[in-house]
């Protein structure tokens, strides 16, 4: 599995200037007038993990297989575009399938950058696109209502889903996002959610797209966005993108230097990152050997057979036990032969809850 993120906002706030930044591309147009971004862009990108690194210099691999995440760029979103308005009601769908949302909300005043609103306000600009979210979520949901009517009339088992989605409507209806639904925890609404993917219910990281000046002092539209996200249980990033556009063609060293000169510690990428495994409860383990390094995502708390299943189906059906050394021991110990000679390396079963950074070796038999 990979972190797939989502981009949203409205039109000419810096959506696809932040996507030509985090995904060191310059695929999606990026112009100084709403809708230039007139398809939907996806990019990988590699999850920086200083780990990797250091666990290649032990092992000398052929190759270094970082994790990755997923962009997908759409059309700015306008008031009305559930109902046809603009062109991002078009490409919902391609952020249906995706983990999160990165909601870049513009923060700065320049009366030379076009907002499609006139004025900038960050808390409105984010009512605006989180009621189009609900709106689309809303229509999906009513064709569902339909179709679970003429189920339920052969298959009584349906009653129970069919009454969830009826009061789930019934919040969305009143303006609330599915992610704050009561009956979010309860299998029928799974059931519903794994078919229909509620835009609404996604995790949300607000990118907070500042000038330069904001950008190691923040300003009072990003305060705002904060305090909102604060109460809405979102996160919070400040990036300026037009920066993180010129870091493009720099070195590594060059990156860091630069960001430091500006007064930040990470780049817009790697808030990104943190803050999407952080919100969906994300980490990564590894697999170290001759032919490669590489890092897998899981979800914080699996065990070691389900970890086992990003690798391959047949690990997770056929596990034995895995052979496991803490990321610490095999840095101390030089490795694997190291490691087990000092006695670090553990044989554990299928109770083992994994943890980040755990370098593994599974053992499995189909």
């Not at 290649?56 to 997923?70: D, E, H, L, R």
């Not at 409105?124 to 679970?148: C, G, P």
Request: proline residues 3%; charged residues 25%.
């Amino acid at each position: 599995m990979g972190l797939s993120v989502g981009i949203v906002g409205l039109p000419n706030v810096g959506k696809s200037t932040t996507f030509n930044a985090l995904t060191h591309a310059r695929n999606a147009e990026a112009a100084n007038y709403p809708f230039c971004t007139i398809n939907a862009n996806s990019a990988i990108v590699p999850v920086p993990d200083e780990r990797l690194a250091a666990l290649a210099a032990i092992v000398n691999p052929k190759q270094i297989v970082p994790a990755t995440v997923t962009f997908t760029d759409i059309a700015g979103l306008v008031k009305g575009a559930s109902k046809g308005e603009g062109l991002g009601n078009q490409f919902l769908a391609n952020i249906r399938e995706t983990d999160a949302i990165l909601h870049i909300v513009r923060c700065f005043d320049d009366e030379n950058v076009i907002h499609v609103d006139g004025s900038v306000d960050p808390l409105r600009d984010i009512a605006v696109i989180n009621t189009e979210l609900i709106l689309a979520d809303m229509q999906s949901l009513e064709k569902k209502i339909e179709r679970l009517e003429k189920q339920a009339r052969q298959d009584k088992k349906i009653a129970g889903q069919l009454e969830t989605a009826k009061t789930l409507l019934s919040h969305l209806d009143g303006g609330n996002p599915a992610s704050g639904f009561p009956g979010r925890d309860t299998e029928d609404f799974a059931q519903i959610n794994q078919e229909l993917r509620f835009l609404s219910g996604k995790h949300v990281i607000y990118g907070a797209n500042v000038d330069e000046a904001g950008l190691a002092k923040g300003n009072a539209h990003v305060e705002a966005v904060r305090q909102f996200a604060a109460t809405h249980d979102g996160e919070v990033i400040t990036l300026c993108a037009k920066i993180e556009e010129e870091l493009i063609d720099m070195a590594e060293s060059e990156r860091a230097e630069y960001l430091e000169a500006m007064g930040v510690r990470e780049s817009g990428l790697d808030q990104i990152i943190h803050a999407g495994y952080h919100a969906l409860g994300l980490m990564s383990y590894f697999t170290a050997g001759p032919k490669e390094v590489r890092a897998w995502t899981i979800e914080r708390g699996w065990k070691a057979p389900k970890a086992a299943s990003v690798i391959h189906n047949d690990f997770e059906r056929g596990f034995i036990r895995a052979e496991v050394i803490a990321y610490a021991d095999y840095l101390t110990h030089k490795g694997e032969a190291g490691a087990r000679t000092a006695g670090v390396l553990r044989t554990e079963g299928k109770e083992y809850q994994v943890q980040d950074g755990d370098v593994m070796h599974f053992l499995f038999n189909v």
